[in-house]
């Protein structure tokens, strides 16, 4: 059974600073996908990580996949109010599916609170 | 066009009420799926379609019922919920099953059972 961590599931940051959520998954897979969500809101896509070393960037956000580690990383630079959300990783299960068709497994979010 | 398109936003139904909730996407998505979000929780998958044929089922109670009658539309049935069946209900799109490609969520029905 794929099984999705997050860590930390709460951060509280100031302005400016700089801080990593990390998403250990359990089982092999090569689909990675970061969201975001705010109260009420349904998820927006953040960043679409589909290969081992896979790294995209935009805006004050970083995320990177490391298939073989099993983990991927969301970075945050110069962190600024408007990053406040809920932030999600998810894991595509397609290989407990034969590798036909797959679904996301979510971790748990990390809330990031942003704070002047 | 990258949008799902979820209606109504908001629900609230009583326990012997029957309703529906429906998804639309014209992005030629041949997967479409339901998920389940508790608040403060992460969405958790109950069922996906491919090709407009059910195939996976998360051992969902048989009070909720999905149809997809074309590659475009997907419903969700509610009959006889339970008050612990309010959540926000997302639909989802992708390309393909088994493909390397993105889902696009909906922007979610807020479902309250009274």
């Known amino acids: 059974e794929l099984k999705v961590e997050q860590n930390p599931l709460f951060l509280s940051m100031q302005e400016g600073k700089n801080y990593t959520i990390y998403c250990n998954y359990s089982?092999?897979?090569?689909?990675l996908y970061w969201y975001r969500q705010d109260p009420g809101k349904s998820l927006e896509s953040l960043f679409v990580?589909?290969?081992?070393?896979a790294v995209k960037q935009e805006g004050r956000l970083m995320a990177s996949l490391d298939t073989k580690a099993r983990l991927s990383t969301l970075h945050i630079t110069a962190a600024v109010h408007d990053l406040s959300a809920t932030y999600f990783c998810?894991?595509?299960?397609?290989?407990?599916?034969?590798?036909?068709?797959?679904?996301?497994?979510f971790g748990k979010g990390t809330k990031l609170s942003v704070k002047p | 066009d990258t949008e799902v398109t979820q209606t109504p936003k908001h629900l609230v139904m009583g326990m012997t009420n029957k309703k529906s909730l429906k998804c639309e996407q014209h992005?030629?998505?041949?997967?479409m799926y339901w998920y389940k979000q508790k608040a403060k929780k992460p969405p958790e998958l109950m069922f996906v379609?491919?090709?407009?044929?059910?195939?996976i089922n998360e051992s969902v109670p048989s009070r909720f019922s999905p149809e997809c009658p074309n590659s475009s539309l997907l419903n969700l049935h509610l009959h006889a919920l339970q008050p612990e069946d309010s959540a926000l209900y997302l639909c989802a799109s992708s390309r393909r099953g088994g493909q390397k490609t993105e889902a696009f969520f909906g922007q979610g029905t807020r479902l309250t059972v009274v």
């Open positions: 992005m030629g998505h041949r997967a």
């Open positions: 089982t092999t897979s090569d689909r």
């Open positions: 990580l589909l290969s081992n070393g």
């Open positions: 379609y491919s090709y407009e044929k059910l195939s």
């Open positions: 998810a894991v595509d299960s397609y290989m407990n599916y034969g590798g036909s068709q797959g679904n996301l497994i």
